[in-house]
């Protein structure tokens, strides 16, 4: 059975850093393609950054320069290093697994930036 398994959210004051982390067992097969989303109260989900199979990032312009997407193929994770947190960057944060015949989503994990 495939699992994907999210951690490392939390609460954290504003200028802080996290580190999110999602884990996919169960699946011998490739991934193509990780996503991290978001979606704060209220709002409707956003997409905020992606890696590919060969290691290229994107970035949300919100984002650009403070959020970093890395993967480690070994441990088949993924890694969301975020810093200099904003108020506005709370939100419920997923990661989306996509594979070529089926994608997966996390669970999700709560980041609150707060003073």
């Known amino acids: 059975q495939v699992q994907m398994v999210e951690s490392g959210g939390g609460l954290v004051q504003p200028g802080g850093t996290l580190r999110l982390s999602c884990s996919v067992s169960?699946?011998?097969?490739?991934?193509?393609?990780m996503n991290w989303y978001r979606q704060a109260p209220g709002k409707e989900r956003e997409w905020v950054a992606d890696?590919?199979?060969?290691?290229?990032?994107n970035y949300a312009d919100s984002v650009k320069g403070r959020f970093t997407v890395s993967r480690d193929n070994p441990r088949n994770t993924v890694y969301l290093q975020m810093t200099s947190l904003k108020p506005e960057d709370t939100a419920v944060y997923y990661c989306?697994?996509?594979?070529?015949?089926?994608?997966?989503w996390g669970q999700g994990t709560q980041v609150t930036v707060s003073s």
């Open positions: 169960g699946t011998s097969s490739s991934l193509k393609l």
């Open positions: 989306k697994a996509e594979y070529a015949t089926f994608s997966l």
């Open positions: 890696i590919t199979s060969v290691g290229s990032t």
